[in-house]
Nanobody, 125 residues
């Protein structure tokens, strides 16, 4: 049974930083790509960043240069370092695990079969 547990969300002023963590269990973590998505009130869930099993990364244009995704296979954890935060980054952030092993980094939600419960990030202006 796959479980994903996010942490690290909170309230921060514009220009500040937060680091989100997601601990995975239930499958061999190193074999699977991981992604971060977010959903703001009244909006659809959108892709933020992904890291493949190989370590290659992919970012949404809106966060490129500000956010960094990384993974620590020894800790079964994926991170999202968020710098220069903007009010428009306010959302619930979800981590997700690719359904298939040894795949390229995925930016579409339907590639991910497992999701965490989400963590709230609020950026004040």
């Amino acid at each position: 049974q796959v479980q994903l547990v996010e942490s690290g969300g909170g309230l921060v002023q514009a220009g500040g930083s937060l680091r989100l963590s997601c601990v995975a269990s239930g499958r061999t973590f190193s074999r699977y790509g991981m992604g971060w998505f977010r959903q703001a009130p009244g909006k659809e869930r959108e892709f933020v960043a992904a890291v493949a099993w190989s370590g290659s990364t992919y970012y949404a244009d809106s966060v490129k240069g500000r956010f960094t995704i990384s993974r620590d296979n020894a800790k079964n954890t994926v991170y999202l370092q968020m710098n220069s935060l903007k009010p428009e980054d306010t959302a619930v952030y979800f981590c997700a695990q690719d359904s298939s092993s040894y795949s390229t980094a995925a930016y579409t939600a339907n590639r991910y079969g497992y999701w965490g419960q989400g963590t709230q990030v609020t950026v004040s202006s």
